[in-house]
Each structure stands twice: as C-alpha cells, then as structure tokens.
C-alpha cells in the first residue's frame, strides 16, 4: 500500500500553462478553476477599491499576522502586506514563554474596508477584544487601534451618514456602532438586530446596496451554509435566505483531530476521528464575502475546509434574483462551478502564484511566506551567508519551541526538501523539518553526549525512529512528501542530496479545531535540557508541485472512454439514442472532445455523434445528433487524476446519472456530492 500511495503521488500529471511551477487558479485560457490558492487562507473578506481588489485572511497565532492580498483580476492575487509584525501583548502567552500558548487563538476573522481616504482591517484577539489596523496605504505601516469590547466574528459598514456600524455574535445577531477615530465602541449603542430562532449563525459581512442593508453570514448547525438577510435599516427587521448550500466541490469532510483542553509540554493523548465520506460538514463554500466588478458582476469569494490542507478560498459567480444575492448561475442557483469563465474586470493578468515558496536565505528579509509561530525573539534567529540560523531554546517538544519559522503546505500534493547544517549543535539539541499541526510530526538531528543521530517523530503514535548517522561536511537533506488531498504524508532524508530514503509511515494527517489550522511545514531548533543550546543552520528550501501543471488534463486529440465514478461502469451511446452505462467495450463507448476553445468542449461519440440535450419534455434528457450546430456546448470540470465533470453551458447543471434508479445520462444534475458517487463525476480512460 505504501508503494501503491508514492506512485499514485508521482504519477499525477497534472489546464494552466507547463512552465508554471506552483498552483494558480488561472487557467490561461480565459477560466479558472478553484480553490483560488491550493493552501490554507481562512476567513476571507474582501474589498474593492477603484479597479484594486483586496482580500484579507485569518492567521490565528502566526506572525506577522493579518494578511492581505492583491488583485486586478479577482484569479491572480499576490501577498502585499501583513498589518503587523508581531503581537504587541506583553503576555508570555504571545511569546510562547512559560509553557503559555494561544494556540487556536489570536488574531482571527478579519474585515477589510476603505473609508475616509484610509484602510480599515477589523479584527480580534482573544482576551484582547476588538483591534483596528488603519492606514493610507495598503501595504503599511499600519497603526494599531485597540478597540477592547466583546465584538468578535464581525462586519463593519461605513454608512452613508458617516456612522459605523459593527455586526457581530452568532444566532443572537447583534449590531454595535463604533467610535469614528476607532477608540472603541460607543456604550449604549449595541442592540438585537437579529433574533435567535432565525437559523442565522456568525462570520457576518454587512453592505449597503442600493439603499438596502445586506448581512452575508454563516451557519454551521448543522453543516455549513451561507445566508443573506436584508432591510430598509440597519436596525431591522430582517428577512433571511439560503443563497448558497451544498457545494461541496466534490469534497468530503476530512477526519478531525480529537483532543480536549489545551496543548500540554508532554502530552500525546491524540485521536484522528472516523471518515465519513458522505458527510458535508464546513466542506461546504461558506463564510466570506462579496464584491462586484466596474461593470456590475458579482462575485462571493467563500472558504470550504478541505482535508488536512485546511481553509481553502473559492470564487464563485453570483446572479441577483428579486433583490437577492444569490450565488450561482441561473438554472442552478445557491451551487456554483468549479471551473467558471474569469471575471469581466477590464484588466488581464499574467498567471501567478500568490507567493514564492521556496527561499535560498540569500535576501536580506525572510520571503512573505513565512510565519513564525506565536512572537519570536530577533535575537535567537538570523540569516547569515546565505542561510537562516535558528539558536536553540528550552522547549520539550515541537509545539513549544520558540523561533519556530512555518509556511503552509501546498496541494494537491507536493515534495518539500531543505538543507540542515549541523555544526552549531550542542548536546540536547534537536533540529529539523516538521509538520507542525495537532498532532505533529517531525525529521531532525538529535545531538547526545557529541553523537548524531536522525531521529522520526510522530505525535499521533508517539513513535520514535532512531539512526545513528555519520555526516559528510556536516550537513543532511529532510524531505516532507505530502498527498494532502488524501490526508497523508511520508518523511525522507539523504546524506547527499541526491538518493532519498523515506523514513517512518505514511502518516495520517487530519484537520483540526485546537490550532484552526491545516498542516504547516516547520523549521526549527530546541534543546531539551531546559537550557540554551548551538544552533542549526538552513538552506535552499524547495517546493516541487506535482500537480501545478494541469494543461494535460483534458485529453484533447485523444480516443476515450468515460467511466462513472459512482457505478465503474462505462457510459454508452446507444443506438436507441440515449447515454446510458455498459461493461461491454465497444465503438459506442469510445468519445473525443472538440474543441471549442477557452476550454470549452462538444463531446462526440467514435461513430460520429454529438452529444445533445432534447429541449422538450424532460429538461435534463439527453439524446444524440449528427449535426454538430445541434451539440451541447461544456466547460471542462478538472478534478485531477483524470478525473472530471461535464458543465452546460445551456442550462447550468452537469451531466450525470443516478447510481440507484436505472435511468439514463440526464443533463440536470445540480452538482457533485461529497465522494462523488451520485453519478455526476467521471472518469477518462485513453482507448490504446
């Protein structure tokens, strides 16, 4: 099994152009297909200014904390700024100090406005209560505004009158106005706006449109949803609606981490939970904002937990109906597309990145994708002669050493590998690669009594793996191989750089609700003797993404065959007339696509037919046609691993067939459920 998971990891060939080298939404071809980033971006609110979009993001007890992102095209965003470098709070738990933590805590769910000639991110610190980060220019400084009161989860809107509002609270919707110079909230003000009872949960976004108020919010009871009320004012009362539920995008909920209390400095009393592939959970697009382009598109920008990634961002189209947001396209409302076409913004943007994940050290400054976890101390960390110096502290395990420098991992899978020197080690050090998560992981060098030896943690287990190693110049390559979308990942090393060696088992990964956060790769150095240690030196961290190059995932030029995920069975072009499944090979199950262009497709059967939709009777009948004016025209789902969804163009729904009730290929299917058994995903296999 463990051979089969590293070739199904290598064997992935993976619609953007070839050279690019990490995940980008952007297709190249005029769509884009989400998640917008293939990593963790939590709790997105978004903003527009002019023709700028700005997008801003959780990160919890990481630091620098409170990203922002940028945009021209709402698909190609890049990281230009953080509104801090660190927590000011005097409190260890900041620091990481005296076994205090703020794990799962910190800064979170931020809200990102532009009033006043100024920007305005609002957001909370547990413990602290409300802050503000205010400044002229997008990219800093910012000035911190402690705000203090029980608002959390908030929305903010600047109303016409030159008022502030703050909507917080869940179920029991609340609606607070704020001091203008941003000192706090004005006593007396807050008041019910929304009643418990009304299925209305948290993480709300207000705006004004047209006059109207509108609150976009999230309720998680049972599963994740996204809700709009509305109102002539800002005091209510208020109507409510599901806009958005179900989209799952095909994934199912990933195991969670069962742990209860706080982190402890030696405990390893960790579960990772059952699997249900059939359950929605927060998988479902919810949480987020909205925003509409120059020309008067709009478009919702949610987040879906996904697998041991974490919180992942998507971008989904909108169509107002009677005065109401709703996101989807007409035909399929509150369901969304995975690949859609890009936004009508007036600008083009050249494919990207929203960051550079591997660093060589050689900058005078860290890359924007590190974080540190929880406030580091500048004078146990440096970057010299082309490497980052990590000085070891006291610390019993991973979670609790300090200056330990983090990014996220990246998806679908990738192979992340670093250079550790050695030489600067004392007895009791401890250094290397980790995922640093709940529970966590690592590869390292201990040092003992002036001996080396390669040490493979795993906190689920609490497993050690030990090799005495001898090291040529004094430095080793740890490598993390990570399968995120199937929650696990495997350690390697080598003692040349060349040949690697996996070490331990491919380790489960889960997601979690201690730290509210996905896996994390880690640099660190510790000592265990409860004292200062030496050092450990990095260099030339790299990131290969199997996956990135998806431009051969639509078998253009081939003969294939589509399988149906959901019943193995391959579909056939009857000669009655009909789509319908078989186990028999033959001509009438071998198809090819046509392009159309912009990824776009007709699919025709080997025997010269098109696919088509009747347009009388049942909506969703599907039947076949010699002339190709007649076909149906797709957009191209990309589910990796020649995996995939037929969308139409005509009526906003897939093609697909139930697994349960006999009958044919249908045209209405309104999406994928969590593990794509209910017939609308499938599979192409080349006819060789």
Not at 270 to 284: E, Q, R, S, V
Not at 469 to 475: A, G, M, N, W
Not at 490 to 505: I, P, W
Request: proline share 5%; net charge negative.
């Amino acid at each position: 099994m463990k051979r089969l998971a590293f070739a199904l990891l290598f064997a992935f060939s993976y619609l953007i152009p070839s050279s690019a080298q990490s995940w980008t939404a952007d297709n190249g071809n005029g769509t884009f297909t989400n998640p917008l980033f293939y990593d963790e971006f939590s709790d997105p609110d978004i903003l527009r200014v002019g023709d700028d979009y700005y997008l801003a993001g959780t990160t919890m007890h990481t630091v620098p904390g409170l990203v922002i992102l940028h945009s021209k095209d709402l698909v190609n965003w890049e990281n230009i700024s953080y509104c801090f470098d660190r927590f000011d709070f005097s409190d260890d738990a900041f620091s990481l100090k005296n076994h205090m933590e703020i794990y799962g805590q910190g800064i979170w769910a931020p809200c990102i406005r532009y009033a006043n000639g100024q920007f305005y991110v609002f957001s909370n610190v547990n413990g602290k209560g409300l802050q503000c980060y205010t400044s002229k220019n997008i990219e800093g400084p910012w000035e911190h505004h402690n705000m203090k009161g029980n608002i959390y989860d908030l929305g903010v809107l600047f109303d016409d009158d030159g008022r502030v509002y703050a909507i917080h609270g869940y179920g029991t919707v609340k609606c607070t106005e704020l001091k203008p110079d941003m000192s706090g909230p004005i006593e007396g003000t807050e008041r019910v706006i929304i009643p418990e009872g009304t299925g209305v949960g948290e993480g709300h976004h207000m705006y004004k449109i047209n006059g109207m108020y509108y609150l976009i919010s999230t309720d998680y009871r049972p599963n994740g949803r996204t809700l709009c009320s509305r109102a002539k004012s800002i005091w209510g009362p208020y109507e409510t609606r599901v806009i958005s539920a179900d989209e799952t995008y095909g994934y199912h909920a990933a195991p969670l981490t069962q742990f209860q209390g706080r982190i402890q400095p030696d405990g390893y009393d960790f579960k990772i939970g059952p699997l249900d592939k059939d359950a929605t959970a927060c998988t479902n697009a919810h949480q987020g904002g909205i925003v509409s382009t120059p020309n008067g598109q709009w478009w919702a920008l949610l987040m879906q937990d996904f697998h041991s990634i974490g919180r992942t961002v998507c971008l989904m189209p909108m169509t107002w109906v009677d005065g109401w947001p709703m996101i989807g396209l007409e035909g399929n409302l509150g369901r969304a597309p995975r690949t859609w076409i890009k936004p009508e913004t007036g600008i083009e943007q050249k494919p990207h990145a929203p960051y550079q994940r591997s660093d060589d050290f050689n900058q005078k400054e860290l890359g924007r994708i590190w974080q540190w976890n929880h406030n580091p101390d500048d004078q146990m960390w440096s970057l010299k002669k082309g490497r980052l110096r990590l000085n070891s502290m006291p610390a019993e395990q991973l979670m609790w050493a300090r200056n330990t420098l983090t990014q996220r991992v990246i998806g679908p899978s990738s192979i992340s590998t670093v250079e550790l020197y050695v030489k600067g080690m004392k007895d009791g050090d401890v250094c290397g690669l980790g995922n640093i998560n709940i529970p966590c992981s690592w590869i390292g060098i201990v040092k003992n009594q002036g001996e080396l030896t390669l040490r493979c943690f795993e906190q689920l287990t609490n497993d050690t793996i030990d090799i005495p190693v001898k090291l040529q110049q004094d430095k080793i390559w740890l490598r993390s191989i990570g399968d995120y979308d199937n929650n696990q990942a495997q350690y390697a090393y080598s003692l040349d750089g060349k040949t690697f060696q996996t070490m331990g088992r491919m380790m489960p990964l889960s997601y979690q609700l201690v730290t509210f956060q996905g896996s994390r790769h880690a640099l660190f150095a510790f000592n265990i003797t409860g004292k200062n240690g030496g050092f450990a030196e990095f260099d030339n961290f790299t990131v290969e993404e199997p996956n990135a190059d998806r431009s051969k995932n639509i078998p253009y030029g081939k003969l294939f065959r589509i399988v149906n995920l959901a019943t193995d069975r391959m579909a056939e072009a009857t000669t009655h007339g009909v789509l319908y499944d078989t186990t028999r090979d033959s001509q009438r199950t071998h198809f090819r696509i046509v392009d159309c262009e912009n990824g776009k497709v007709i699919l025709q059967c080997e025997d010269g037919r098109y696919l088509m939709t009747s347009g009388i009777g049942i909506a969703g009948d599907v039947r076949f046609t010699k002339n190709r004016e007649e076909a149906e025209l797709f957009l191209w789902q990309d589910y990796l691993n020649q995996e995939f969804m037929l969308f139409s163009m005509k009526n906003h729904r897939y093609l697909g067939k139930s697994p349960t009730t006999g009958s044919p290929y249908s045209m209405d299917v309104t999406g994928p459920d969590p593990a794509r058994r209910n017939g609308s995903v499938l599979r192409w296999e080349e006819v060789r």
